[in-house]
C-alpha cells in the first residue's frame, strides 16, 4: 500500500479460539505481534477450559501487551469462541487465527490489500502443513497432495479468484455481522457453512496464492485419526442438510470405504467357495481392496518418498488413516447414525 495511506489503514481483530493448546499458541501469538501491518490491530484470545497450561500462558502474554485481551469461552467449541471473539474486537477487518497455524509477516497486509482490491467479504489462502518429525511431515504431506485432501485450492494451492472456501479467512467484519457469524451447533465445518451462507447472500468468497499460513499437522496417529473422524461426521451432517452445495469429491472417501469393505467380504466369501470345493468366482472381489493399495503405494513414492524412508513409510499408514477415518465418519454423519454429534470436535 502507498505510504501516504498508513494513517488510513483499516484496523484489523485477530480472533483466536484456544484450548488445549499449550505447545502451539506462543508461536502462533507472536506470528501476529510480528507482522508487518502498519494500522492498528488487537488479538481477541476466546480461551476454553484448558487443562494443560494453555490458560496461564495466555495469561502471561496478555499480561506483556495490552493490545492482547482474553475472553472466557465457557462453551469451549471452536465456533462459540470464534463469536465470542468478534463480538468483544471492534476493528474493521476481522482475521480469523487458529492456535495450530503460524502467519507469515506478511499476511494481514496482503489480506487487507485484498480485500480493499476485490471487495471481497472474506479473503482466504493456503494451509502450509508442515511437520517437525517424521510422521508429522508425512501428514503434511497427504494434506498438500491432490490424493489426501482432495486437492481443493486451500490444500494444494492454485490461481486467485472466487472460490468456495478458503482457509481460515479475513472478514468484512459489517457483511460477517449480517450474514450472522458462525454457527455453533456446527463444531466442524463451520467455516465452509459460514462461506455457504456469504456466497447466498451474494458476496464473495476469494482465494489468493498469496496468503499462506503454515500448520502444524496432529503428533501422532490417535488424534490423526480423531481429527478426522469428527470431521467426516460433521461433513457427512452438512452434506445431508445442505446436498445442493456439496460436490462430488466430498463423496469420494465413503464410496471408497463401502468399497473396500464390500471387496473385503464378498473376496473373503470366494474362501470360503473355494474350500467348499465351489468355482472361487468371488475372489475377483480382492481386486478392489488390491486396487485401493496400489493407489496408496504409488502415492506414497510419488509425495511420501519426498522427507526421506520414515516418512514414506509413515505416509503408507498416514494416507488410509485419513481416508477411513473421514469415510467412516461420514457415513455415520450422512446417515445421523452418531448419538451425540455436538460431541465430536476433533480436539
Known sequence: MPEDSVNTLPGVSYVM????EATHVRAAVDSLLAQDYTGPFEVTIALGPSIDGTTELVAELASVDSRIRVVDNVVGST???LNLAIRESRYPVVIRVDAHSVLPPDYARIAVETI???????????MDAQGTTPFERAVARAYGSRVGLGGTK???????????TVYLGVFDRDRLLAVGLFDEEI???????LNRRIRQAG??????????????PRPNLYRLARQFFSTGIW????????PASNGLRYFAPPVMVLGVALGVLLGLGGVLQALLGASPWLLWAFAIPVAYLLIVIA??????????????????????CIHFSWGIGFILGYLSLTRNITAHTGR
Open 154 to 164: 486451500l490444500h494444494v494451492g492454485g490461481s486467485a479468484g472466487p472460490a468456495e
Open 299 to 320: 502415492s506414497a513414492l510419488v509425495w511420501g518418498r519426498r522427507d526421506g524412508f520414515s516418512s514414506f513409510l509413515w505416509f503408507l499408514v498416514v494416507l488410509p
Open 203 to 216: 458476496g464473495t468468497v476469494w482465494f489468493t496464492p498469496r496468503l499462506r499460513v503454515v500448520y502444524r
Open 17 to 20: 479460539p484456544v484450548l488445549n
Open 116 to 126: 480493499l482490491e476485490t471487495g471481497a467479504d472474506n479473503v482466504g489462502g493456503l
Open 235 to 242: 461433513r457427512g451432517e452438512l452434506a445431508r442438510r445442505f
Open 79 to 81: 465456533p462459540a469462541g
Open 187 to 193: 463444531k466442524r465445518g463451520q467455516d465452509w457453512e
